[in-house]
């Protein structure tokens, strides 16, 4: 049986929204940092999730 093209998710995963509450917690435990920490880093360098788990390597890396 075909997919049924007309059914699409149109989630971004590879994106973080800093305006749900359970994905910045998420980022924050998985990433070893807190959810003040995330929002921050969403702010200064936006929601790319590849790009922030980065940021929050090096933030981890710099304490």
């Not at 749900?20 to 070893?32: I, K, L, P, S």
């Amino acid at each position: 049986m075909a997919d049924d093209k007309s059914k699409r998710d149109f989630r971004d995963r590879n994106r973080v929204s800093a305006d749900e509450d359970y994905e910045v917690e998420y980022f924050a435990r998985e990433n070893g940092v807190t959810i003040e920490q995330v929002r921050e880093l969403i702010k200064a360098n936006g929601n790319d999730r590849e790009a922030l788990i980065e940021a929050a390597r090096l933030l981890r890396e710099r304490k």
